[in-house]
């Protein structure tokens, strides 16, 4: 299993969206769709290849906050993670967990956060994941209850 950053090429987009395609059929995530070329664009590409195959990805970008905000002031750099797939074969190995250290190592001399947004219907593992694993901060959580 090798990790690394990539760039972006027709063909690292062909396969990244195939995997977003297979991450869309599990239905795992609230609205989830597959991604489309123009969702690759300006982002930071790290993978997890097993050979020749992409089993994992993670990918996001560099910004700024705009305002302050209880954790972090107005101008704080961060890396916000778009997304964070691993086959579902490919699960239980660790996988998901060197692809953020990974990227977290290679974007931390640009920023001082790294946040991202879930919508995953398994929140419990992903809690787990961030927060016990990678020593994430629970910030803020949107709730929802349909009435039917």
């Given at each position: ?36 070329p123009d ?9 997890a290849t ?82 016990d694993e ?15």
């Amino acid at each position: 299993m090798t990790i690394k950053e990539i760039r972006l090429s027709e063909l690292v987009a062909v396969r990244l969206i195939a995997l977003s395609k297979e991450w869309e059929q599990e239905n795992s995530c609230y609205g989830y769709r597959r991604n489309n070329p123009d969702d690759l664009k300006d982002k930071r590409i790290f993978v997890a290849t097993d050979g020749d195959l992409i089993c994992g990805y993670l990918f996001g970008h560099n910004a700024t906050t705009e305002k302050d905000a209880s954790i972090y002031k107005a101008g704080t750099k961060y890396f916000e993670i778009d997304e964070l797939y691993v086959k579902p074969q490919y699960r239980n190995r660790g996988i998901g967990k060197k692809l953020f250290r990974y990227a977290e190592k290679a974007v931390s001399p640009d920023v001082n956060i790294i946040m991202l947004t879930t919508a995953a219907k398994n929140f419990r593992a992903v809690l787990h994941f961030y927060i016990d694993e990678l020593g994430m901060d629970f910030w803020s959580a949107q709730l929802f209850k349909k009435i039917i």
